[in-house]
């Protein structure tokens, strides 16, 4: 990767791979993108940043001739539970972005990685150790937008030979970004809460398993899989990763060694709680260990210490 173009940076992922990219690779060869310039964002002031539409092709291929970009990581999305809210909204944004992806790829031969998502699963799906290969009949606008985008970045790879790669992303955990529009969210509020005012109320409910992982691992995920050999992938689009599972309860339990007198109680979202209840409790990463030698480095009590770390200060500089 020499030039990176991310797309939907100003996203819960985006704003952090910005930020790491930038790092990595040189302020100078990563162009953040997104709907809207904000100058009170790091993504905006700290390094390049373009106004992108994903759902105009024209912009998309100024900017990557502009900067001769090699390599889109594609982020711009509509989230589950805001889809099911504006499902004609979401696939527009969700197909017809990533299918403008895909064609500017094809034509100025790019490496593309765009995240799939747990969500591509559903309630037929086997819930316990989901396999890397398996049924996915998911319940969701999003989960099928998902599902489509899987094929069609296996497609572009078959057909046109577009270095298409990707993951299933579990819920996320993150210090940087506080998300909006997803079902996993709950699991981010959830610390601001427990600092601020030692109660939260969860709009999942006790019981309710989902996979999860902390953001350091999410964004390692994305470098790592862009710099894998290719010759050893077999699934490209997309890759089962995970680092933990936890229902609301095991969370809540794990914030209260750092902050005894936390307490918890629940208003249950029924929108929110029929999808969490259709995605697997827990995913078979194997195949991505085997293929290009994925390993998480935070567990579910790494991941509690580090986040209350940082959002202590955080919130004490707000």
């Not at 979401?90 to 064609?103: A, K, P, T």
């Not at 109320?201 to 994305?222: E, H, K, R, V």
Request: proline residues 6%; contains cysteine.
């Amino acid at each position: 990767m020499k030039k990176i173009l991310i797309t939907g940076s100003m996203g819960q992922i985006g704003t952090a791979i910005a930020a790491h990219l930038r790092d990595l690779y040189g302020t100078e060869n990563v162009i953040a993108s997104g709907l809207h310039m904000r100058m009170d964002s790091p993504v905006c002031t700290e390094g390049i940043f373009e106004i992108v539409d994903v759902t105009n092709p024209d912009q998309l291929a100024k900017v990557a001739a502009k900067y001769r970009v090699d390599t889109v990581i594609h982020l711009a999305a509509l989230l589950s539970a805001r889809g099911e809210e504006k499902p004609q909204l979401l696939w527009n944004i969700n197909m017809n972005g990533l299918y403008n992806v895909l064609e500017l790829a094809r034509d100025l031969n790019l490496k593309v990685f765009t995240p799939s998502s747990i969500a591509a699963f559903g309630p037929t799906t086997p819930p316990d150790m989901t396999p890397q290969d398996t049924i996915q009949r998911p319940s969701t606008i999003y989960g099928v937008s998902k599902v489509a985008g899987e094929l069609l970045c296996d497609y572009y790879f078959k057909r046109y030979g577009v270095d298409t790669r990707g993951v299933r992303y579990p819920g996320l955990i993150s210090s940087e970004k506080v998300p909006s529009g997803g079902t996993t969210d709950y699991a981010v509020h959830i610390f601001y809460e427990a600092i601020k005012t030692g109660h939260f109320t969860s709009n999942i409910a006790a019981g309710t398993f989902m996979d999860m992982m902390y953001m350091p691992d999410a964004l390692n995920a994305i470098v790592d899989l862009l710099e894998a050999d290719p010759d050893r992938l077999i699934h490209r689009n997309a890759f089962n990763i995970t680092a933990m599972s936890f229902d609301p309860e095991i969370i809540k339990k794990a914030i209260q060694k750092h902050i005894p007198n936390f307490s918890m109680d629940y208003k249950v979202d029924p929108i929110k709680q029929k999808i969490a209840e259709s995605w697997p409790n827990t995913l078979d990463d194997s195949a991505a260990r085997q293929e290009w030698d994925w390993s998480p480095k935070y567990d579910l009590d790494a991941m509690v210490e580090d986040m209350i770390a940082k959002l202590r200060i955080k919130l004490q500089k707000s």
